[in-house]
């Protein structure tokens, strides 16, 4: 499967604890995303990569998060002294810059993340 | 916040009928993408409209974009069971950098 994949696909932690997630994107894609999701509701956007630069970063994510891209392939998102509030689907997706305002993202499978 | 609002929130219909949904934005766009997201495949693109575009056509999907109301819809055609899922617009802000907000959503039912 040559899609975008999650790692883990879920992760139960208690309060306080670090959690780091993984995004594997399509091998030729440049923009790398990350989202999160709760239930019932869209996703909102935290922040993306082009190559392995962070280019934006939403108020969302706060000093407790932190995403890295280091070679511009996989990405890492960390959640420092996780919160009850943090529980949530943790989406990436990745695309491949081309058009001028034109950016179809193809998304992982996302991990579950629940703090106990 | 969300920048995109889906009306409505939940929509049940027969098999074989259509479906319409709509979404509302409020700030300048490059793009309006509608995404499906169902449990067992996660989020899949449907269909992609540039802000000079105000209708396009895939398959039995037809989206319509009106960027003075800020507002786009999105019909599917002679339902099946298997389009029951949520359906998200997303909207990439003209700000020169690659923002995509999505909406809270739209939950179909589709019954067989």
């Known amino acids: 499967d040559t899609g975008v994949s999650q790692d883990p696909r879920h992760k139960i932690t208690k309060r306080g604890q670090n959690v780091t997630f993984r995004c594997d994107p399509i091998?030729?894609?440049?923009?790398l995303y990350w989202y999160r999701q709760t239930l019932g509701q869209g996703p909102e956007f935290l922040t993306y990569f082009q190559n392995e630069a962070q280019l934006e970063k939403s108020r969302l994510l706060s000093d407790r998060f932190s995403a890295e891209r280091p070679k511009g392939s996989f990405s890492t998102l960390e959640i420092q002294r996780t919160e009850q509030g943090d529980s949530a689907m943790y989406l990436c997706a990745s695309s491949l810059s081309g058009l001028a305002g034109v950016d179809t993202q193809y998304f992982g499978p996302g991990t579950r993340l629940t703090v106990l | 916040s969300q920048q995109g609002e889906e009306d409505p929130q939940a929509l049940s219909i027969q098999e074989g009928e259509n479906a319409t949904m709509n979404c509302s934005y409020k700030?300048?766009?490059?793009?309006l993408q509608w995404y499906r997201q169902n449990s067992g495949r996660g989020l899949v693109h449907l269909i992609l409209?540039?802000?000079?575009?105000r209708e396009k056509h895939s398959g039995r999907l037809r989206v319509t974009l009106d960027t003075s109301k800020k507002s786009s819809s999105l019909l599917i055609t002679a339902s099946r069971a298997a389009d029951t899922a949520s359906y998200f617009c997303?909207?990439?802000?003209?700000?020169?950098?690659?923002?995509?907000?999505f909406g809270a959503g739209t939950r179909l039912f589709v019954k067989a």
């Open positions: 091998s030729e894609h440049n923009r």
């Open positions: 409209i540039r802000s000079n575009e």
């Open positions: 997303a909207t990439a802000l003209n700000t020169g950098g690659f923002k995509t907000i």
């Open positions: 700030t300048s766009i490059n793009n």
